[in-house]
Nanobody, 127 residues
Framework: QVQLAESGGGSVQAGGGLRVSCVGS????????MAWFRQAPGKQREGVAS????????YVADSVKGRFTISQDATENTMHLIMNTLKPEDSAIYYC????????????????????WGQGTQVTVSS
């Protein structure tokens, strides 16, 4: 069982930045593919970025590339999503997800590949 706890998020004006963080279970942390998804009202859940905790290999979706960065602090079992130059269309609930495997699937960040989910945290960007 992998437990995920998110923090961060909130409200910001367009052009600003936010960070959301996700703490993973200590037992499995070094063998996880972790990812961030987001879901806006009326839209499908979208994979935003992923990181393999063992190798630090990252992937960021084209829709946010250049503005969002995914990173980890392995000493704290924590993954971060640093969001810069935010746009109103970035407004969504952001979810942390994890799968127990030593690699991520690169450009394919798909819901069905993740078994564990956080509760979600709201990010609101006003124009």
């Amino acid at each position: 069982q992998v437990q995920l706890a998110e923090s961060g998020g909130g409200s910001v004006q367009a052009g600003g930045g936010l960070r959301v963080s996700c703490v993973g279970s200590v037992l499995y942390y070094n063998n996880l593919c972790m990812a961030w998804f987001r879901q806006a009202p009326g839209k499908q859940r979208e994979g935003v970025a992923s990181i393999a905790t063992r190798t630090d290999t990252t992937y960021v979706a084209d829709s946010v590339k250049g503005r969002f960065t995914i990173s980890q602090d392995a000493t704290e079992n924590t993954m971060h999503l640093i969001m810069n130059t935010l746009k109103p269309e970035d407004s969504a609930i952001y979810y942390c997800a994890a799968a127990v495997r030593p690699y991520c699937s690169g450009s394919d960040i798909l819901e069905r590949d993740f078994d564990y989910w956080g509760q979600g945290t709201q990010v609101t960007v006003s124009s």
